[in-house]
C-alpha cells in the first residue's frame, strides 16, 4: 500500500483563515453495518452511538463523528418511524437491505494531516472483506471528496469552475471511471454550452453565478454538484429551484467521480485526492487557467465543439510536463 502523505493544497487556508478540511464518503458492499462499525471503532477508538437499524455512528476523539449506513434512503425512514431496533419488520428489511444495497461511510471534515488516519481504516475495510466499484455492476459505487472552500467570493468560485469544467473529460479517464457509473446519472458532466458560457466569463456576481449554473445543472447529478455549496450561500433559492431534501448547505465543493476501489490493495484515499488536486491547482494557478480558456474557444469548431478525443490528449501531455501527474 502506497504510504503517499495527502498532497498539500496550493491554498491552504478555507474562507475563514483556518486549514481547509475534507469530508470523504465511501460506498462499498460486502460488509455488514455491523462489521463496519467494528472496523472503524477498532482503527480509530472510537465510541458507537446506535441511531436506527440502518444508521450508526462511530465518535472519535480530535476527528469528530463517521456516520455509518445502509445506503438506502427508504429504509432510514421506515427505522426511525417505526422505533428503530425495537422494530422486526424493520431488522428483518435491514438485514435483507445488507446484501442488496451499499453501506456508506460519511467522514466528518478532516484536515490533510488528520486524513492519514484513513489509510489504516481502508486497508482495515479491505481485508475484512469490503469490495468497491469492480464489485458490481448493478450498483455504481463511488468515492465522494467534499473539499472545504478557499472563498465565498463569487470570482474565486468561478475559478474552480472554469477549472473543472476544461478538465472534466480528463478527469473521468484519469479515474478510471466504471462503465456502470459512467451510464448512471449520478456524475454527469457539465454540458458543453455551460463549459463555453464559464471561459468567457472573467468576473460575476454571486447571483448570477448560482442563476447560471442553474439554468444548466438544476440537478445533484453531475460530477462537480454544486447545489450543496450554493445552498450555504442562498437555501431557499437553492430549493425552490431544485426540491430536493438530499440536499446539505455546506460550504465545501461535492466531488462525487472517483471510484471506489477498496478491493485493490494499493489503493487509498491519496489517489482520488490527487487527481482532484490539480483541479484545485488550476483553479489557483491564473496564467495556466486563462492559457487554458482561450485554447478551448480556440478549438470550438462549428456545429461538432471541441474535439474531446485531442483536447484530452493535449491536456494529459500539460499536466505531464507541469510535472503535476
Avoid at 36 to 56: D, F, I, P, Y
Avoid at 105 to 121: D, G, K
Avoid at 306 to 314: A, G, L, M, Q, T
Amino acid at each position: 500500500m502506497s504510504k503517499t502523505l495527502f498532497k498539500a493544497l496550493t491554498e491552504p487556508l478555507n474562507y475563514e483563515g483556518e486549514d481547509r478540511r475534507v469530508g470523504f464518503e465511501l460506498e462499498f458492499s460486502g460488509l455488514t453495518l455491523e462489521r463496519t462499525v467494528e472496523v472503524l471503532q477498532q482503527q480509530l477508538s472510537g465510541k458507537r452511538v446506535a441511531v436506527s437499524k440502518a444508521e450508526q455512528k462511530v465518535e472519535v476523539d480530535e476527528l469528530g463523528s463517521f456516520t455509518v449506513e445502509i445506503d438506502w434512503d427508504y429504509l432510514k425512514r421506515k427505522a426511525k418511524a417505526e422505533g428503530g431496533d425495537n422494530s422486526a419488520w424493520v431488522r428483518e428489511l435491514g438485514s435483507i437491505a445488507e446484501n442488496l444495497v451499499p453501506i456508506e461511510i460519511v467522514c466528518p471534515p478532516l484536515t490533510l494531516e488528520q486524513c492519514e488516519r484513513l489509510i489504516p481504516v481502508t486497508d482495515a475495510l479491505r481485508e475484512a472483506g469490503a469490495k468497491g466499484t469492480d464489485e458490481s455492476w448493478i450498483a455504481a459505487y463511488g468515492v465522494h471528496i467534499n473539499p472545504e472552500v478557499p472563498s465565498l467570493e463569487p470570482n474565486v468560485l468561478l475559478r474552480y469552475l472554469q477549472a473543472f469544467s476544461l478538465l472534466q473529460w480528463w478527469l473521468v479517464e484519469a479515474h478510471r471511471v466504471d462503465t456502470t457509473r459512467k451510464l448512471s446519472p449520478y456524475i454527469d458532466k457539465y454540458p458543453e454550452a455551460y463549459i463555453r458560457l464559464l471561459v468567457s466569463q472573467q468576473e460575476v456576481s454571486r447571483e448570477q453565478l448560482i442563476n447560471d449554473y442553474l439554468e444548466h445543472n438544476a440537478t445533484r447529478n453531475r460530477a462537480l454538484d454544486m447545489l450543496p455549496l450554493f445552498a450555504f450561500l442562498n437555501e431557499e433559492k437553492i430549493m425552490k429551484a431544485v426540491e430536493d431534501n438530499k440536499i446539505k448547505a455546506r460550504p465545501t465543493f461535492h466531488y462525487r467521480l472517483p471510484n471506489c476501489q477498496l478491493e485493490h490493495p494499493d489503493w487509498d484515499l491519496t489517489e482520488p485526492w490527487k487527481i482532484w488536486w490539480i483541479v484545485d491547482a488550476l483553479a489557483n494557478d491564473e496564467q495556466a487557467l486563462d492559457y487554458w480558456k482561450q485554447a478551448f474557444t480556440d478549438a470550438e469548431r462549428p456545429l461538432i465543439g471541441v474535439s474531446e478525443k485531442d483536447w484530452k490528449e493535449r491536456l494529459q501531455q500539460w499536466l505531464k510536463d507541469r510535472e503535476w501527474l
